[in-house]
């Protein structure tokens, strides 16, 4: 639960920003679905969560 509130406040924010700056492009556009997913809890949402979760945990078990 806490993983999904701190990416809605961190999609929120990136594409806040990416949106103000008015260079909207292929990534920036991506950032605004995700965030539009989380929001919505449509029924891919939690397909979506759940890759978002697995790729925190991957990036979280890499050794520096």
Do not use: Q
């Amino acid at each position: 639960m806490a993983v999904s509130i701190s990416a809605v406040a961190l999609l929120a924010i990136i594409a806040f920003l990416l949106i103000k700056k008015g260079g909207l492009n292929a990534g920036h556009a991506i950032v605004c679905i995700l965030l539009g997913f989380y929001l919505a809890s449509s029924s891919i949402a939690p397909t979506i969560s759940g890759a978002t979760s697995r790729v925190i945990e991957m990036i979280g078990g890499i050794k520096f």
